[in-house]
Nanobody, 123 residues
């Protein structure tokens, strides 16, 4: 399984970015997928989750109403639309796949696969 993120960049506060995560060797309809982020000196934190079996979505409080997680199952791509970006959104963003059954989605130890990350900088 390989997860490859793209779409990061440097933007001004209030602008938007859309992150993509292409999944290779992974069946989108089989489990949850999520987005995490890690700022310098901070722990990796959960941003959003989508249950690909029923479409259920969960967001961190800090991004509710601004970020939208979605999937294109036909193309095996996970998306994160980020609007109204703030400087505190600056971080490396990672996608994750295959949450262990009954696992806590916010726990990085409960995910099987990770991408290499894409940097988002908001000034």
């Amino acid at each position: 399984v390989q997860l490859v993120e793209s779409g990061g960049g440097s933007v001004q506060a209030g602008e938007s970015l859309r992150l993509s995560c292409a999944a290779f060797g992974y069946t989108f309809s089989s489990n949850c997928m999520g987005w995490f982020r890690q700022a310098p000196g901070k722990e990796r934190e959960g941003v959003a989750l989508i249950d690909t079996t029923d479409g259920r979505k969960i967001y961190a409080d800090s991004v509710k109403g601004r970020f939208t997680i979605s999937k294109d199952a036909n193309k095996n791509i996970l998306l994160l639309q980020m609007n109204a970006l703030k400087p505190e959104d600056t971080a490396m963003y990672y996608c994750a796949a295959d949450l262990v059954t009954g696992g806590n989605w916010r726990s990085i130890d409960h995910w099987s696969y990770w991408g290499q990350g894409t940097q988002v900088t908001v000034s």
